[in-house]
């Protein structure tokens, strides 16, 4: 079975410092790792993903996220905090191309707050 | 490309009636798409998958025959809440994968208040 772990139901940063939202999984077949941004009331929107390939993907809206075999782990990052980042994001995993059913996992989500 | 919509955006029922929420891929074709629900400040829990010209396949826990899914078109897939209950209040978002893909698209979610 599959699971996201997102380390921090909020995170609070300051304008302009470094975003770091944490998330690990757990899969027995090679995962594909998705990150989404949900604004209030909205669906959620595709940051960025991992399927094959190179590990350090770029995403919209200058986020970036690695993924980390041995850490079983796809953080994602951000250099530069903007106020219009304030939002909910999802951490989530499928059992990828060829996989059963392709559904998706979501972690719990955090809640990241941009400080001015 | 790859856009989803949901209608109605918000919907408010009295207790016993019954509710349809539609979720249409409106430039590609999706034989797959999937119905969340999300309580506040809380992740998207899968209710079902649903397959176009089949039967949909629910999560355990998930009673369908309270929550009714068609699949007619490989555009258009409906949820419909019958008799609803004030506990089924959530926000309800459909997901639509791109046939020959592994890419979703979200839907922008639908309100349901049950009074």
């Known amino acids: 079975a599959q699971s996201v772990t997102q380390l921090g139901s909020h995170v609070s940063v300051s304008e302009g410092a470094l975003v770091l939202l944490r998330c690990n999984y757990s899969?027995?077949?090679?995962?594909?790792l998705f990150w989404y941004v949900q604004y209030p009331n909205q669906g959620l929107q595709l940051l960025l993903k991992?399927?094959?390939?190179?590990?350090l993907v770029k995403g919209i809206n200058g986020f970036e996220a690695e993924f980390k075999k041995s850490e079983t782990s796809f953080h994602l990052t951000k250099p530069s905090a903007h106020m219009s980042d304030a939002a909910e994001y999802f951490c989530?995993?499928?059992?990828?191309?060829?996989?059963?059913?392709?559904?998706?996992?979501f972690g719990t989500g955090t809640l990241l707050a941009v400080q001015p | 490309g790859a856009v989803v919509s949901q209608h109605p955006s918000r919907v408010i029922c009295k207790s016993g009636t019954s509710v349809k929420i539609e979720c249409r891929s409106l430039?590609?074709?999706?034989?797959?798409m999937f119905w969340y629900r999300q309580f506040p400040k809380q992740s998207l829990m899968l209710m079902a998958t649903?397959?176009?010209?089949?039967?949909?396949?629910?999560e355990q826990g998930v009673e369908k025959d309270k929550f009714l899914i068609n699949h007619a078109s490989l555009t258009l897939s409906t949820l419909t809440v019958t008799s609803a209950h004030p506990e089924d209040s959530s926000f309800y978002i459909c997901s639509a994968r791109v046939d020959g893909t592994y890419e979703q698209y979200f839907g922008p979610g639908t309100r349901l208040t049950v009074t």
């Open positions: 430039d590609f074709q999706a034989t797959t």
């Open positions: 989530a995993v499928s059992d990828g191309e060829g996989g059963a059913t392709n559904k998706l996992i």
């Open positions: 649903s397959n176009e010209g089949s039967k949909a396949t629910y």
């Open positions: 899969s027995s077949v090679p995962p594909y």
């Open positions: 991992y399927t094959t390939g190179a590990t």
